[in-house]
């Protein structure tokens, strides 16, 4: 098809010139998929970051939806975005640069954005029917592509390597990391990957600012649960788990 390495994702491949968003595509069509479905598009009109934030997706990047059935219990979910998140950051240190994840879906380069993750889970009583795994890479784009008000906090594999990155193959290497990551994670226990995930992300130690939907949680981050949830460890040395947020690394 387009020389994939992989077995099980990307056997079947929903190509778009535009859509609103892949994540959308893909949880329409996700009950009638096999696992593994890809839906992938050039431009995204309406890209979805995590609590309805917005993904800007012009021409340049790889905005990608992939459909899994992993069978596991909604609980579990957020392990996945954990998974994508080590395979990204994996493929882009196979190419000499130093990325970093920060918690819970950013990789990132000297500091800045280059990928982002939304994890979406439909269950039935408390198991999966799928997973669909949201992945957008800042791959050939110009920074000016990128509205000025997310400018700064932003990179593209290009504006760090100085040179046009070959989206063909770069997705065929990530296919192939995210299977083997995948296969990892249905037949080894989770922590197996936590201690990898644990080795490149830049979170554990800081001093960070977490905002849910309902509250600001400010501490050090200590560590991460088996479920990916975030542990923080406040000024009063309580601790407390935040499974969903947005964390910002406090000056320091
Ligand atoms: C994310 O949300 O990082 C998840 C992004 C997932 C995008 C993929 S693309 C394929 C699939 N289809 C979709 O519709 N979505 C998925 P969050 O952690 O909420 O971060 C969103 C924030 O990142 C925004 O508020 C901006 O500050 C910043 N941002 C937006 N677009 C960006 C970009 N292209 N590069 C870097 N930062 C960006």
Redesign the pocket.
């Known amino acids: 098809q387009m020389g994939l390495k992989t077995t099980l994702l990307g056997k079947e491949i929903h190509y778009f010139e535009e859509v609103t968003?892949?994540?959308s595509i893909a949880k329409e069509i996700a009950a009638s998929e096999e696992e593994g479905t890809l839906v992938i598009a050039e431009v995204?009109k309406g890209?979805?970051?995590?609590?309805g934030?917005?993904?800007?997706?012009p021409h340049g990047g790889i905005?990608?939806?992939v459909i899994l059935k992993p069978g596991i219990p909604l609980r579990h979910a957020s392990r996945l975005t954990l998974v994508a998140g080590l395979a990204v950051a994996n493929v882009i240190r196979n190419m000499d640069l130093d990325a970093r994840i920060k918690w819970p879906?950013?990789v990132r380069i000297n500091g800045k954005?280059v990928c982002?993750?939304?994890t979406e889970a439909k269950a039935e009583v408390d198991k999966v029917d799928y997973v669909v795994l949201?992945?957008?890479i800042?791959v050939n784009m110009d920074l000016k592509d990128?509205p000025e008000s997310?400018r700064a906090?932003?990179t593209t594999l290009k504006a760090e390597l100085g040179r046009h990155i070959k989206r063909v193959s770069f997705l065929q290497d990530f296919l192939f990391e995210l299977e083997q990551q995948y296969i990892l994670f249905k037949t080894q226990p989770f922590s197996h990957i936590l201690n990898d995930w644990l080795a490149l992300s830049d979170t554990i130690g800081r001093e960070v600012k977490v905002t849910t939907p309902s509250r600001i949680i400010e501490g050090k981050a200590v560590g991460v649960t088996p479920d990916g949830a975030l542990v923080i460890k406040k000024a009063d040395d309580t601790k407390e788990e935040i499974i969903a947020g947005?964390c910002i690394y406090a000056r320091s």
Do not use: A
């Open positions: 968003s892949t994540n995204q890209g979805r970051g995590r609590l934030r917005e993904w800007i997706s905005w990608m939806s879906n950013d954005k982002g993750i939304l949201g992945i957008g800042n990128i997310f906090g932003s947005r």
